[in-house]
């Protein structure tokens, strides 16, 4: 977020929210502070917030995200996955996610409801990374043994679109933060979707396979914060049956940076490469719809 346009009653308000991230931090690294205990993802961050507290008019691209490795009972490690938006705790929530391969999907997002559920009902006037670990550590063995077969849809609610191939273009004011990355790659790959993610700004994503899993995948990723983000078109083609994988345009799921200088936010596409590449794809077409010219 570049924070060199904004007004001073804001920047009081940013500060404000960095200051807090920064002595949070802290608390946290002196709590969890055995090896491989806390993992933060890009600690440059911390030297830009701080340069950024002292005056400085760089523009804050990045932000706080790190992880907390916990034990069950049984000793099983589970990491609590942390993305900390630029205005937490005031404006923003924290974003928190819980990886374990014990976890099946429909664990996962009931997981993720009752986490989302409980930080909503929080005192947002300061930090609470803290309480919400905690309250994860109490909760993790329950969570791993909860029966969530309730919580599946019946698959006769969804027989009509259960062959149903689906490709979905998504577009995004920007796709920087390193978690949401490396989310998106996750989830695509643990649902079985091909495609390719352009991060930077603005950020597309294309995901495709089955209906019920790019439905799931957008469900996973719009729950995200995001500034703006919407799917510009879906396209479908009902009861594919044995020609699915036939109707596949990419070979798996990888990010794609279409930029000559190399950055690996790619913070500005080149357009010539981008194009080269729908059109190698036979998505040419999608131009317009991203971007309004033919």
């Not at 429909?106 to 009752?114: A, T």
């Not at 550590?137 to 609610?157: G, N, P, R, V």
């Not at 091909?194 to 439905?215: A, D, H, S, W």
């Not at 020609?243 to 190399?262: I, Y």
Request: charged fraction near 30%; charge should be negative.
């Amino acid at each position: 977020m570049d924070l060199t346009s904004i007004n001073d009653s804001q920047s009081v308000l940013f500060k404000a929210c960095i200051s807090k991230q920064l002595e949070e931090i802290d608390l946290l690294s002196s709590i969890y502070c055995n090896p491989n205990e806390m993992t933060i993802y890009d600690p440059g961050v911390i030297s830009d917030f701080n340069e950024y507290l002292k005056g400085s008019s760089i523009p804050l691209r990045s932000t706080l995200d790190f992880a907390i490795a916990i034990s069950t009972s049984r000793g099983d490690k589970i990491d609590i996955r942390v993305e900390l938006p630029h205005l937490y705790p005031v404006i923003e929530n924290a974003i928190v996610t819980i990886r374990n391969a014990l976890l099946s999907k429909p664990q996962e997002s009931f997981v993720k409801s009752q986490i989302e559920n409980y930080i909503d009902s929080m005192d947002k006037s300061d930090t609470y990374m803290f309480q919400v670990i905690s309250w994860i550590q109490e909760q993790i063995d329950d969570f791993l043994t909860k029966d969530t077969s309730d919580l599946e849809l019946e698959k006769k609610d969804h027989h009509n679109e259960i062959d149903d191939f689906e490709r979905l273009w998504i577009y995004s004011h920007h796709i920087k933060s390193r978690w949401k990355r490396q989310e998106i790659v996750r989830q695509s790959r643990d649902l079985d979707l091909t495609g390719f993610l352009r991060p930077g700004k603005p950020g597309i994503i294309c995901v495709e396979g089955l209906k019920k899993n790019t439905q799931e995948f957008w469900r996973i990723i719009k729950s995200m914060q995001w500034h703006k983000i919407t799917i510009r078109k879906s396209e479908v083609r009902q009861k594919a049956g044995e020609k699915m994988e036939k109707l596949r345009r990419f070979d798996g799921f990888r990010e794609e940076l279409f930029s000559d200088t190399g950055d690996d936010e790619g913070t500005k596409i080149s357009m010539s490469q981008f194009i080269t590449f729908l059109d190698k794809h036979n998505s040419g077409y999608i131009k317009k719809e991203l971007f309004g010219f033919e």
